[in-house]
């Protein structure tokens, strides 16, 4: 099939090249015509491990291209993903201006039957804003069908989310476009739920939101181990096994970031506030994740006394780890509040360091881990790549100042880390 992607962000990218990969004939558009230029030399904007060379094998077999012509690929496709950013405005509101631009682009330009498909994280009701739109512009009056099929995909693992997919959601109207749609997913040879437009839009914001109420819970869980002398790990151990509890998502740490959870999460506040509905729940979710990174900084001074003057460490910088992405990273609130407090920050990030260099100033960005350690009072984990596993902790203690190790993301057995002459401080655990 022709399909066109319009975006090619984390998620634009991944599905346009994925597409391309099950043997369609695949358009990426995008209007930063530096970002297109980068893409059609093989310049991939964005870390996301296998993006690479799916990318150049597709391209090489000629069924991915990259543009910055919208209504040529428009033109030539039936079915067109709208995967452009809805970032968060100050009010925590979805920004939609793009998605409301490519569906009157669209309007203007067919000639021909398309499926509009919005990929997107939207709130609900936008898919009706979107044919509205469409239609309002609709200059040769053909035919169209708007689609929600809302993404699953986690950065780190995008690929592999989108070729096996739990579910796939698909939100029509029309048997016309359901058929589409079910061609067009059928080489994944996963579930597919169809459903109306405003449940699929709902089925995605109510299963981020769950997931970050999910990580909400195990923190206050963790807090409360710390309160009463329990291992958090042990309790999310017990839980998981439970098949309707599950052990994902049970990790606790200094809260969740990226770009999807803070804003989905303001978002449906947003919208369910707007409907008249007051979501405490979820309120309380966005609270406690806030509230995890100062608890954080805090168990920091409460081991150190003193931060003015102190060198800490940072191992860790993007959201989470096979991402360079820092949108929403715990580890900007935690410096920027550690700096605050007078400290000289030294950080290392296996992918994100040019990224995070754009959002947090006056660090010492290092060429490793053990740089970041050389004179630090304190080693501090905020984001658990697997290379801070397996570190060498004797090396380690002959560059500390001070050998106290602070883990934001329990990658570490306390006990081996004693036994290595360290203090450790870790998350709803008892520190030794
Ligand atoms: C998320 C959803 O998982 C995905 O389905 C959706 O399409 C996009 O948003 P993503 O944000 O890429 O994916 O990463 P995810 O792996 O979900 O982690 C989000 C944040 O939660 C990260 O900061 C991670 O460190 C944190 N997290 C995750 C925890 O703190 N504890 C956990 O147990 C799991």
Redesign the pocket.
Known sequence: MKIAVVGTGYVGLVTGACFADMGNEVICVDIDKDKIKKLENGIIPIYEPGIEEMVMRNKHAKRLSFTTELKEAIKKCQIIFVCVGTPPKESGEADLSYVENVARVIAEVMDSYKVIVEKS?VPVETGQQVAKTIRNYNVHKVEFDVVSNP??????SAIS?FMHPDRIVVGCETEKAKEIMRELYEPLHAPIIFTDIKSAEIIKHA??SF??T??SF??SIANICELSGADVEKVAEGMGYDKRIGR??????????????PK?VDAFVGIAGKMGYDFKLLKATQEVNNQQKKRFVRKIEKSLWIIKGKTIGILGLA??PN?DDMRS??SIDIIKELQNEGAKIKAYDPEAMEKAKEVLKDVEYCTSPYEAAKDADALVIV??WNEFKELDFKKIKVLMRHFLIVDG?NIYDPQKVKGEGFNYISIGRKDV
Do not use: M
């Open positions: 994280t993404e699953f995909l986690r950065e780190g989310d299963s981020n997931l970050a999910k990580i195990i923190n994902h998502f049970l990790n606790a740490g200094v809260g969740y970031g990226g770009s999807c959870f989905d959201f989470k991402t990273a715990p984001t658990d993301r």
